[in-house]
């Protein structure tokens, strides 16, 4: 799952949620200098992108991805996931999904000080092009997959991933239904039970 997907699954707790966004960038034991609840963000995090990468369904969206874009296909799910997240957002959260994201956005600004220093960069992208509000567009998904492509190493091809979400959009967004539901419950179990540091 993508950026949307993990500030959703932390629920209304705000240091979860600051841990879960910034754990891509924070690497190693490096989550070990953090509070209590920015380390539980950053294992929950970890924990959801587990389930999500050895879930039958999820793979099934991969392989449809495999052939052109090889070990990038997990990284274009993800984010084709989070479009289906945001298109659908009512379903999933009473409150508007632009109140949301600009609540999030606010949080996180607020929290500045221990953003890592990579989050920092990619976050001013973020709000400066509202990623989270057009992850609901095609357009939106297209221009964050060419940044992204611009920042691998290798050429991806990810800028490309578009014509395949509109090719295989009905069974795209049959697999994030079926998935999404299993996902939040399992999150919200382990939240219940309690993060273990």
Known sequence: MNYLA???LSGNNEKLMIGNFIADSVKGEAWKTYDAE??????LHR???????THEIVKES??????????????????FYDHFLAKNWKEYH????????????KKLNEHEEILPE???LFFKYMVEH????NYQYIEGIKKVMGGMSRRTSFDSGMENST????KYYDEFERDFNSFFPLLKKYVDAKINAGIQL
């Open 130 to 133: 509202n990623w989270l509000y």
């Open 47 to 53: 924990a959801i992108d587990t389930f999500t990468d």
């Open 38 to 43: 920015v380390k539980k963000g950053i294992l």
């Open 6 to 8: 993990h500030i959703f």
């Open 118 to 120: 990579q989050t920092k």
């Open 94 to 105: 009473p409150l508007d999904l632009n109140k949301f994201v600009e609540e999030t956005y």
């Open 62 to 79: 991969k392989t449809r991805l495999w052939t052109r874009y090889r070990h990038y296909n997990a990284v274009i799910v993800d984010i």
């Open 163 to 166: 014509e395949e979400l509109v």
